[in-house]
């Protein structure tokens, strides 16, 4: 395919895309803008991705790939704020970009915004640029305040007013997962959503040998390991995990078995106890805090010594620990897609997860790992015993041979088709057309 815009302004406005992944706002959007960039500048269409800047001592600019780079605008105070905190700069954030294309010189065909943040600035831009907006949530306010604890942070108010707007007013709205495109038509009175999944970058995330992966990673070679990767938070359901694990080890309590968490920034100096980092280890209040609260829960369980906190590892670190463990445990409340599960079947690793939100788009039943009814804390646990005590049930080379058809480029082809769709669209439209 050959693609004919020529340079696109991709906006990540409350989260950079090359900060280290597992805190409280970095997560699958940060990689999804990075690496579709990536995909974009290896098929000759240039993207420069726009971020807040967040520290005085940042670069401004800093190279993604050739023909691909990071831009960060100042926009407000030079720290990090909550992502709730950022939305009354989202015009300065606009302007900052506007004011940064006419210094370089440079011309935008479109602009693609991830998050609703970055589609309130973002539609500043394609109204000032007279260039199409695409724009993609990642994650659903409505949904997200849905699937979570009455007990737990909700979403804005101003954000669930704004979702709605947004996907009416954007040129194109992309979503990973027929059940996200079902669930913004809705709140946008029915507009069409075009979906484009998530993807997965294919020489990074591969097999390795299961002994030598442990011994690269100081992991103990006879355990079961049960991984998980993420943010600490609610929606994440690691209670639920704990929980599931908990009734596991009283049907089956010889075996040794882990459970392994990646994810959370852990503060400057901190030392681990044994395996794990414990609640006060961590640098964000919000996740130390969930922390203590999985703790006590593993405890009042009975399960302490079996679960592992071990904060956030390096993407290029993490298909060693796919290729480590024996199951990838997947119990988010609610998930947009579920980018972790590509990562993990690329690795031959099969994934068990809660049939929530577009999971259904990033884990095949049977094929890479397996979906459980929502909320089924039992069904959850015999289906581990289940997947850990037959190696059958380790689809391996079925899981890689899925995870192909992500490729980072195939997801940056879909999101160009839908851009030449909307030139042809407008074309026909406009008053000089034959």
Not at 50 to 77: D, K, Q, W
Not at 130 to 158: C, M, Q
Request: proline share 5%; glycine share 8%; hydrophobic share 45%.
């Amino acid at each position: 395919m050959k693609a004919e815009a020529t340079r696109l302004a991709i906006l990540s406005m409350h989260t950079d895309p090359l900060a280290p992944l597992g805190g409280d706002f970095t997560g699958g959007m940060n990689v999804y803008a990075r690496e579709v960039a990536k995909a974009l500048a290896s098929l000759g269409v240039g993207a420069d991705v726009f971020t807040r800047l967040e520290s005085a001592s940042s670069a401004r600019e800093v190279p993604i790939a050739a023909g691909a780079r990071l831009i960060r605008i100042e926009a407000g105070p030079r720290e990090r704020l909550d992502k709730d905190a950022q939305v009354q700069w989202a015009d300065d954030f606009a302007r900052g970009i506007a004011a940064f294309a006419e210094k370089d010189g440079a011309h935008y065909d479109g602009v693609s915004a991830h998050y609703w943040l970055s589609g309130l600035a973002g539609e500043i831009l394609a109204r000032t640029w007279g260039v199409p907006l695409a724009l993609r949530f990642h994650t659903l306010a409505a949904l997200k305040n849905d699937a979570l604890p009455r007990d737990t942070r909700r979403e804005s108010d101003i954000r669930l007013a704004s979702e709605p707007r947004l996907a009416q007013t954007a040129d194109a709205v992309l979503a990973s997962s027929p059940a996200e495109a079902r669930a913004i038509s809705e709140i946008s009175g029915g507009r069409q959503v075009h979906v484009v999944p998530c993807g997965v970058d294919l020489e990074t995330f591969r097999p390795h040998p299961k002994n030598e992966a442990r011994a690269r990673l100081g992991l103990k070679p006879d355990p079961a390991y049960i991984l998980s990767v993420g943010r600490i938070e609610r929606v994440k359901g690691l209670d639920r995990l704990i929980e599931a694990f908990a009734h596991m080890r009283k049907e089956r309590p010889g075996p040794d078995v882990r459970l392994l968490h990646l994810g959370g920034e852990i503060r400057e100096g901190a030392a681990r106890t044994g395996e794990s980092y414990g609640a006060e280890d961590f640098a964000s209040p919000a996740q130390g805090a969930e922390v203590a609260r999985l703790e006590d829960l593993a405890g009042k369980l009975g399960v302490a010594e079996n679960l592992i906190f071990a904060g956030a590892k390096p993407q290029e670190a993490l298909p060693l620990y796919y290729s480590a463990a024996d199951l990838f445990a997947l119990p988010s409340r609610y998930e947009s897609f579920g980018m972790t599960a590509i990562e993990a079947a690329a690795c031959g690793l099969p994934t068990l997860s809660f049939d929530v939100g577009g999971i259904s788009q990033a884990v095949s039943e049977g094929v890479s790992g397996h979906l459980i009814a929502e909320g089924d804390i039992n069904a959850y646990a015999r289906k581990m015993i289940q997947t850990l005590e037959n190696p059958r049930e380790r689809p391996c080379r079925a899981a890689t041979r899925w995870a192909e058809s992500f490729a980072w480029r195939r997801i940056a082809e879909a999101e160009l088709d839908i851009r030449a769709r909307l030139r042809d669209t407008a074309a026909l439209s406009s008053p000089h057309a034959s």
